[in-house]
Every structure is written in structure tokens, then in C-alpha cells.
């Protein structure tokens, strides 16, 4: 029981997380006031050298996930409902016209 639950909470928090960054993101278009902007990148000391010297900056790293949003998984397992044996297969489609011919 523990072990699903904490597969359970592991998914709620993924889910939040995917959603909150959706909300920013449309919050961003809609309700410019309510955006929070990502935090500006720190550069080293070096790197602010070369960059006040005129080069630019090093890349930044992506930060992976879902959508680039960090959050890594959000998976819904339905084993569970392929073993449950009251499954049948859908009934065939009603009968309808002839083929389509022009």
C-alpha cells in the first residue's frame, strides 16, 4: 500500500507542477500581472569577462521534461484494466448504405 501510494503522490505533484507552469505560461498572454518571470541566469566571473569584453554569453541548458517545463514524468497506468476479465469487445457497427461511388 505504501509503495502506491507514493507512486500516487508522485503523479499529484507532477500533475500540479505541469499544471502551475500551464497557468503561468497562459497567464503570460492573458494577465500579463499575474506572469512570473523566469529568474535571470547568474554568470560566473569569467563568464562575465567575456561577456563585457563582447562574447557572448555560453549557452544556457535546457531543462529537459515535458514541454522543456523540468517536470520529467506524468504517466497513467491502466493495467489494471486490462486484467479486469468483464471487458468485452465493443459490438460491431450497425449496418448502414452501400459504399460511397460517384
Known amino acids: 500500500e505504501n509503495a502506491e501510494y507514493q507512486e500516487t503522490l508522485a503523479a499529484n505533484k507532477a500533475a500540479k507542477e505541469l499544471i502551475g507552469f500551464a497557468k503561468n505560461r497562459l497567464n503570460q498572454f492573458y494577465n500579463p500581472k499575474l506572469h512570473k518571470a523566469a529568474p535571470k541566469r547568474e554568470l560566473s566571473a569569467e563568464d562575465r569577462i567575456f561577456v563585457n569584453q563582447g562574447g557572448t554569453p555560453p549557452p544556457t541548458e535546457a531543462p529537459g521534461g515535458i514541454a522543456n517545463t523540468g517536470v520529467t514524468v506524468f504517466a497513467q497506468v ?11 469487445a465493443p459490438a460491431p457497427p450497425p449496418a448502414t448504405w452501400e459504399a460511397y461511388t460517384k
Open 78 to 88: 491502466s493495467a489494471h484494466r486490462a486484467m479486469d476479465s468483464s471487458l468485452v
